[in-house]
């Protein structure tokens, strides 16, 4: 049988796991539970191809657990109830150590399935690890996720994925029948999109291409040998963020035809409709924003009507929205001022709220100034009237920019007209 180099290089120990130091090194929240033998159902959550079933094989392996694994994809509410007794009866053999049911892309379980799993998680009969690409806080029913403790595991950086290469070409056996030498490493890198995984397979496929003895690996050889075939939408992972990103872009460049093209390529590949509605609401506010408010309120309509209606209707509101969207009038400039803000808040630290706008709920508060000298606005002509509601470090900043587009345009001249030279409109 012919094993994967990912397969055959995957860590089976915390010491050869490369990058999440946060969770496996020396004071690793992961490194911990498993020293102290006590380890409580959790939720892994990060992109593809950051070693989430590889944790889960670790913690298994290291104590010593009886191990079930499950696929949200192909797995129903009967696997997952045989597969609990079938953990039980081993839960009697090992009193203090109950058996790990790891399922991977839990996300994709329905309500029922997951209510299937919470008596056996709230008796422990299981210790439960769920790995995720997305965030469990939506994809998760509350009941499990209270249960649960979620550790986020970061993309692979630069440095992680080059020494993964350099780790797989020293430590593999087949690997090692060559002389291989990383000449440059960038084209490997883009086309894996930091997946792990994907980039193990790139390698594997570059050196059984090579019938020399010495493979010398550079950013052309990698574009001329590795053929991206796109034609199928792989949910699992694989092309997931490929596609979805090829969306976005497509709604945030104005192009309603390519926009259509990757939906229908996501509806055909069986993409959770949730997901794809998810994604629409989160770009009509960020690219979207002030410059069409109706954006917003449709992309929450069809979040709404897509979950309630499911395929394959569902796919024709998509669509609606879909180029409603990228037709639309684009502004980042909401996205942008939080941004920045947020960096000043970072810079700055909890600077004083002003007297006058602060609450003076009781009669010291009062005798301390604080509301007074708060202008009431609607009190004043125009419901306005000039009045520091910045703390006095940060007086006359501006954050809020508003874009180049209509309705923009016109909020500009009104702020301007209502704060003069005071913020930079």
Not at 43 to 58: H, R, S, V
Not at 113 to 134: F, H, P
Not at 263 to 288: K, T
Not at 311 to 335: D, G, H, M, V, W
Request: with cysteine.
């Amino acid at each position: 049988m012919n094993i994967p180099l990912a397969e055959r290089i995957r860590p089976k120990a915390l010491e050869d796991y490369i990058s999440q130091q946060h969770l496996v090194g020396p004071k690793g929240s992961l490194t911990q539970h498993l020293k102290q033998g006590l380890i409580p159902s959790l939720l892994l959550w990060g992109p593809p191809g950051t070693g989430k079933t590889t944790l889960a094989n670790i913690i298994a392996h290291t104590s010593e657990r009886p191990f079930y694994k499950l696929s949200a994809i192909n797995s129903g509410v009967k696997d997952i109830r045989e597969v609990i007794e079938r953990a039980k009866k081993d839960d009697g053999l090992f009193t203090t150590k109950n058996p790990i049911l790891f399922i991977d892309e839990i996300h994709r379980f329905s309500k029922s399935q997951q209510d299937s799993l919470l008596e056996a998680v709230e008796k422990g009969w299981v210790t439960l690890i769920g790995a995720t690409t997305e965030n469990p806080s939506f994809e998760v029913i509350p009941a499990l996720l209270s249960r649960c403790q979620v550790y986020v595991l970061n993309a692979f950086s630069r440095i992680d994925l080059e020494a993964l290469l350099e780790r797989a070409i020293i430590t593999d056996a087949q690997l090692r029948q060559k002389k291989i030498k990383l000449s440059e490493t960038e084209a490997m890198l883009r086309i894996s999109g930091g997946d792990a995984r994907k980039l193990l397979n790139i390698l594997e496929l570059i050196v059984a291409s090579e019938s020399g003895k010495t493979v010398t690996i550079t950013n052309e050889m990698v574009m001329s040998k590795v053929q991206q075939n796109t034609v199928l939408y792989d949910k699992t992972g694989e092309q997931h963020y490929d596609i979805i990103s090829a969306f976005i872009k497509s709604i945030r460049g104005s192009d309603p035809n390519a926009a259509v093209y990757w939906l229908a390529r996501m509806i055909e590949g069986g993409e959770d409709v949730s997901f794809i509605a998810r994604r629409l609401l989160i770009l009509a506010s960020e690219d979207i924003g002030i410059a069409n408010p109706t954006a917003l309120v449709l992309a929450n309509n069809t979040f709404q009507a897509v979950n309630v209606i499911g395929y394959p209707e569902s796919r024709i509101i998509l669509s609606q929205c879909a180029i409603y969207l990228a037709t639309s009038a684009k502004s980042n400039a909401s996205y942008q001022a939080i941004n920045i803000a947020q960096q000043t808040v970072k810079q700055t630290g909890d600077l004083s709220v002003p007297l006058s706008i602060r609450n003076a709920p009781t009669k010291l508060m009062k005798e301390l100034g604080y509301g007074e000298d708060y202008k009431y606005a609607h009190n004043y002509d125009g419901n306005f009237t000039r009045h520091e509601f910045l703390p006095k470090e940060l007086s006359n900043t501006t954050f809020y920019t508003p874009g180049k587009n209509k309705r923009e345009n016109a909020l500009k001249e009104y702020l301007k007209s209502l704060w003069g030279d005071k913020y930079d409109f």
